[in-house]
């Protein structure tokens, strides 16, 4: 690549001297963005349960010549929430970019629907996103830059597969970006929501599991093919990046043309 392109690519999406937050960092769509961030230039804070997992991860990261840290922590609590945001907080400073991809997939159908799964679900997929987003938000707009993406799901915007609380959850998130990116974007910033197909990652274990569906589902894309984590990667530095300054409030689709067939 000349100079000249390489200096201009990088103006649009270089994430040097930015920071972030990726919760859910340790493990599919999460990683994938994660990994994504720190090799654009981000010092990328990880946040899951899963320490083992995390450590894996950071240092796979590291080998690569990129900073990072992970905070363990349960985001199915406020207090759970507050501490890992302060923790990782407490690594880089304060994060330019954050990203919301922690959830989990509680779907029995709609009759056998606990409370209790209804509030987990809710907790993790739509309040801890909130509450992190008021964390950070304020001080981004104050700084004059920040990225606030979460990553939601088609059973937002249809219903299969007993969508149940989750899809609420995740429909509830994709306007939590539209009312974050009313508060913040005048102040420069955006907030916006991934979209993704069906992705083979552990939150689609179930899905997974069965050939016949996987094939199925593979059919109704454009492309021919399931969504894999990495497919993430490139949208994800697009939203992270001074590029994106003119998208907010937006719900876009990686799904391989799933929502279009």
């Known amino acids: 690549m000349n100079t000249r392109a390489h200096d201009y690519l990088s103006g649009l999406f270089s994430l040097d001297g930015r920071t972030a937050l990726v919760t859910g960092g340790s493990s599919g769509i999460g990683r994938a963005i994660a990994t994504a961030l720190a090799r654009a230039g981000a010092r990328t804070v990880l946040v899951a349960r899963g320490k083992q997992e995390l450590a894996a991860t950071a240092d796979a990261l590291a080998a690569e010549g990129c900073e990072a840290a992970w905070v363990s922590a349960d985001l199915a609590t406020r207090p759970g ?39 987990r679900t809710m907790a993790v997929n739509l309040d801890a996103p909130h509450l992190l987003g008021r964390r950070f938000g304020p001080g981004m707009a104050e700084r004059g830059y920040g990225r606030i993406v979460h990553v939601s799901s088609q059973q937002a915007h249809r219903a299969f597969a007993d969508s149940g609380a989750y899809g609420v959850s995740k429909g509830g998130l994709e306007s939590l970006a539209r009312s974050q990116a009313e508060a913040w974007s005048a102040a420069g910033v955006t907030a916006n929501t991934l979209v993704p197909g069906i992705v083979m990652t552990p939150l689609n274990a179930r899905l997974s599991a069965d050939p016949a569906t996987v094939a199925a589902l593979a059919a109704r894309t454009l492309v021919g093919r399931n969504g894999m984590a990495d497919d993430f990667a490139t949208a994800a530095v697009f939203l992270a990046s001074p590029a994106s300054g ?6 876009i689709f990686v799904d391989g043309g799933f929502s279009a067939h």
């Open 81 to 119: 929430v507050r501490a890992a945001a302060e923790e990782a907080a407490a690594v880089y400073g304060e994060p330019d970019i954050l990203v919301n991809s922690a959830g989990i997939n509680l779907r029995p159908p709609m009759g056998e629907l606990t409370e209790d799964d209804w509030d």
């Open 246 to 251: 003119y998208v907010t409030g937006q719900s």
